[in-house]
């Protein structure tokens, strides 16, 4: 009975201490943002937007301003340099998507190639930033594919994929997987690195891509439905690649946890947000059991 007089004089004493608190959020600077690839046999496409602040409500508007214009945007294997034009395309929400690209009528206009070295070059509002990648000329292989279903739900299955990683140490694989004819998502999880199993041939569950505007459901992530025909696309990414990726799903992954440890997302432009990566890109499919 004492115990509980204590608790109630408590609550009352801290309700009679209540007063409003206006925190001051901090303002980030806004910072330039890079999201561009060049993949085997494909042209460049640079993505170029605005930063915008963490605690703010975004809408579209925000989002339609956040993408930069009017960029001079070069890419250059060493040898020639190509001019990137923008375009624009229409998305399912109404909203038109920005980026940079070459332009095909141009004869400079040239396309990735394994074991190419790529400068990326931007300059806007009198700043510059660049960025060097590099398409693997080889790496690991994905061999074969192979499922199962679920112990726990037969309606489930795994993808697993049989993998070889050459002797050299120092190889990077970034995965996605599509569904039914659906878009290419990664998993939480989409890197591989040959740290632990260089030179050896060995097997890994490939995770069903995630779609990251929604919840994680944990009891069937990683899961396909039996039956689903699934498409892999491989790609052989060099280090700093690997490392942009890496970082960020372990960002995205351990978002509001507050026991995990702070991460930087590491990028490879100077003076700006973002990365510039090459791909050597292979694609499996494979319809799973059921």
Request: with cysteine.
């Amino acid at each position: 009975m004492r115990t509980t007089a204590i608790l109630i004089i408590g609550c009352v004493f801290m309700a009679a201490c209540e007063k409003d608190v206006t925190v001051n959020l901090p303002q980030g600077e806004e910072q330039m943002v890079v999201e561009g690839t060049i993949e085997s046999d494909r042209y460049p496409e640079v993505v170029l937007t605005r930063s915008l602040n963490y605690f703010s409500h975004i809408t579209v508007d925000q989002l339609i301003n956040a993408f930069v214009h009017n960029a001079t945007v070069t890419v250059s294997d060493g040898a020639r340099t190509m001019q990137l034009k923008e375009f624009s395309r229409d998305t399912t929400s109404g909203v038109k998507w920005y980026y940079y690209s070459a332009d095909t009528t141009l004869a400079d206009a040239f396309t990735g190639k394994p074991g190419g070295r790529y400068t990326l070059r931007i300059t806007v509002a009198g700043e510059t930033y660049e960025g060097v990648t590099t398409i693997p000329g080889s790496g690991m292989v994905l061999d074969s594919l192979w499922s199962h279903l679920s112990s726990s739900d037969p309606g489930l299955a795994r993808l697993q994929g049989v993998i070889s990683d050459p002797p050299e140490r120092g190889n990077y694989v970034r995965y996605k997987t599509a569904r039914n004819g659906g878009i290419f998502r990664p998993g939480i999880n989409s890197t591989i690195d040959d740290q632990i199993v260089n030179g050896v041939t060995f097997s890994l569950q490939l995770e069903a891509g995630h779609d990251r505007s929604q919840q994680i459901d944990y009891d069937t992530y990683g899961y396909f439905k039996a039956g689903d025909s699934v498409r892999v696309m491989f790609s052989q990414v060099d280090k700093a690649t690997f490392d942009f990726w890496r970082t960020l799903d372990f960002a995205y992954a351990s978002n509001g946890n507050v026991f995990s440890s702070p991460l930087q997302v590491r990028g490879n432009i100077e003076g700006a947000l973002g990365y510039w990566g090459g791909y050597a890109t292979s694609y499996r499919s494979i319809r799973l059991v059921k």
